[in-house]
Every structure is written in structure tokens, then in C-alpha cells.
């Protein structure tokens, strides 16, 4: 079984974690792009298709919230996965009312990110 | 018909049996007042000596009518107020005016002290010559004491609410600070764990551990500016060190804030308007917080390369100083909140940072006997921030 190769949306305002980010699912051999907001997440999607959204929930000019409305109103980008990051105590209701595949408490660690994200690709023989 | 021993209330009286009728409601009037126990009512003379007594002084005051009559009444007041004259005082007063009222202090025959409301009249013949004074005492003591439980009552359930207000706000405050500080950590950690992966993978060149320990830096400063913010707040509120008050030339201290964010990475987008010297008495450190938390709230609020004016001038007995900026600008609703902790405006959730630096600023400022405000620019994009400070504010406390 070998893990599949996605393209990942990293969609979080903090510049360090983002890039950090995009760096480590690189690593893993995935095709990675970040944005800062969800307006620039949008802008990503209008020219590249993503398998899966790694979505920090409060971040300048397009929360999650709105991020999540639009991209249900594409086409090409309604059904891509979503993975809800942030370090809100109320992230996992936030993630329900997101209808979000998955999310992950900050902070975390390596491991689960990497495994998070392999959870939420499908697996190819 | 009944002899005026006899003679009840309602009745009518004999004509003749009490006099002529002037004389009549006179004596009538004498044995009122007489009968009145809850009011002190005597009389008297311009030289302060008690010219009558009725039931009531007797009850307030402790003395028998015998007791009394011919002494002076500053046997009623405390050894302070004599020395102070007050009783002469009090006299005079109401010989000037006609009539005067006074709340304070008296003492009984026992020595024990009462709380009193007191009026003198000035009686006065045809010339307006006082021949005499009416004085009316009621005792308030329990009223007194009613009130003060009262008020005690209102300071404990005043401090009480402050005081849940004040756990409210220390759990909102560990909530956003917990929130805002995960981010950072959260970097630190994957960054610290890449760099290892990578090591263990035989990927780590220079080039990976340079931008690694480049990652590292930004985070721990980003840490390293929420705690300062946090341990701010906490100065202010324990407040260990005293607050000087001490000449501060504005100018100078704001041009070396300035100095400070233009070194920082913001050369040139701050623009500096002052006389020479613009002087205030205050705590110079204190005030550099200020200046430092509205700087930088102008440039993280607006993009570079837009411009922060900073404007200072004498106004008032102190000095103002404006600090503009061209960025988010801020909402009515906003501008009302800006200065409560965690009271950033609605439009700024995303700003990093805990929303303290201007409820710190204005912390300050009241207690230099300042003001501190916030507005729009109008139809234009952006904000203005002043502050007020006299220039002679005295020790601020």
C-alpha cells in the first residue's frame, strides 16, 4: 500500500506556521500551495484543484466561515476534503458547524499532522 | 362647662377662664411645644445662654430644664467645635441670614455624642434685631446609622460585583491569551520536529537549517512579544513600582519612540509634527508605553508604506498628541470598546496580538489625569488616536 501523492491547500494566517506547514506535507511528498486568508484560498482554487484544505478557523479578510460558503459554491472545489486547525476550546463544535472532515487542536506535533492528513486521503493499491 | 384643668382637646374653653385669646394661643402653643418629645425646641438668648427646655431636649440632650437654663449652649457641642467656635459661629449665621441649618455632631449630658440636625431662627424685633433664637435639634443618630448601613451595603455588593467582573474578565483574558499564544508554540514545535525529520532523513543542509532557525526566531519573538503584553497588564495591575512624577518632554520621548519602530523595519513611514519641547509632569516611563502601544497599534492596523502622523502640541494647560493612521479605521461601536481589555474593534479579530496595548495606554493616561480618545477619519480609510495629558498633573496615583 503506498500513500497516495495529494495536492494540499494550507490556508492559515500565521506566516511561520504556514510555511512550516506547506514545508512538512512537502516532505511527504505531497504537492503543497499556502494562503494567507480565505480570499487568497479562493484565489488558489480558481487556478489549482486541491484534494484536500488545511483551513485555520480566524484569519484577516475571510474567516473559515466565509472561506466554507464560497467554496461550496464551486464546482471543482465543493466536495475537497477540509482539515479545521485552531487553537479555539471550541474547535470541535466550530469543525461540526463547518461540516469539516477532520481538525486538529493547536498546538500539535509532527506526527499528528502527518497522520491527520493521511487519514483524510484515499489510499491507493 | 369645665375649669381649664379639665379642658380637652376639641373642647371649647370658658371665655375668660384662660385670658384673653391672644394669651389664650400663646399658653396653648407653650404647652405644645413643651409636650413635643421627639424635637429639641428651646430658646435662646443673643449671648448663647438657654433660655427654655422642653421634653424633647430633655430626652436628646440628656438635661433637665433646671439643669440647664441660664447655661450656655456650647455644653451641647465637642470640645473641637468649641475651640472652633462654632456655636458663636452658628449664631451668627443665623442672625445674617434670618435662619441656618446645620447636620453634625452634638454631645448629651452624658458626654455621649449624637448626630443632629439643627435649626437656628433669629427672632428678630420691628428694627430686624435679634432679641433671641429659636433652636430645633432632632436627633439622627439612627438615621445616621441606617444610612451608613446602607452605604456599607451598597460599597460590599459594589466590590462584590467588581469583583465577579473581575473573575470574569482574568477568565476571558487567560482564554484569549492561552488562544493567541498556542500559534507560536505550535510553529516551534513542528519546526523544531522538521528540522530533526530532516536530519534523521539525511535532508538537512545548510539552506533547510537556516530557514529552520529563521522560523524558530520569528516564533519566539511572536512569543516573546505576547508575554511582554501579558506581563504589562500584570505591572499595572500589581503595580509594584512607584509612579514618578518627574518633568517629561514629550517631544523628546515620543521622537525616540519614533527612533525605536524606524529601526524596527518601519523606516520612513512615520512622520513626526512637534515644537522643541512640550513638557508634562509625569511617570516618563509609563508615558513611553503609551506612545510605544499607539505606534505601534497605527502600523499594525495599516499597511506599509502608508504613513503614521504623529502630531504634538500644547493644548489646554498639557499636551496632545495625535497619531493617525491609514489603515482599517475604526466603527462607533468600536471606538466605545477600544479601551476595555480584549476591547479591540470588531473589525480587527484577526490582528495578531492580545488587543491590550490600548487599554494599557489608557490605564496610563487616566492616571496621569489625562484623556485618551479614538475616531475615524471621516470618509477616509483610517484612525486617530489622541491623548491628553496636563502638564501638571500632580503625583499621578
Redesign the interface.
Known sequence: MTRRVARILVVE?????R???T??LG?EGHEVRGAA?GYEALERLDEWSADLIVLDL????M?AFEFREHQRHRPDAATTKVMVLS???EIASAADRLGADAWLA??????D?IDSVAELLPRSA | MSGPQETTVGAQPDAGALGPPLLRGEVAFRLLVDAVEDYAIFLLATDGRVLTWNLGAQRIKGYTADEIIGRHFSAFYTADQRDDDRPMRLLGWAAEHGRFEDEGWRVRKDGSRFWANVIVTALTDEAGVPYAFAKVTRDLTERREAEEQQRTLQLEQRARSAAEEALLARDRFLSIASHELKTPVASLQLVAESVSRARDAGRLDDARLDVGLARIATATRRLGALLDELLDVSRLTADVTPWASEPVDMVALTAEVVARFSAGGNEGRIHLAAPDAAVVSGDASRLDQVLTNLVDNALKYSAPPTPVDIEISEADEGVEISVVDRGLGLDETSAARLFEAFGRGTNAEHIQGLGLGLHIAHQIVTRHGGRIEAGGRGAEPGAVFKIWIPRDGGTPG
Open positions: 494566517d500565521d506566516e511561520t506556521l510555511e512550516t506547514l514545508e512538512v516532505d486568508h480566524m484569519m484577516p479578510r474567516d487553537a479555539a476550546r493547536k498546538p500539535f506535533n509532527l506526527a499532522v
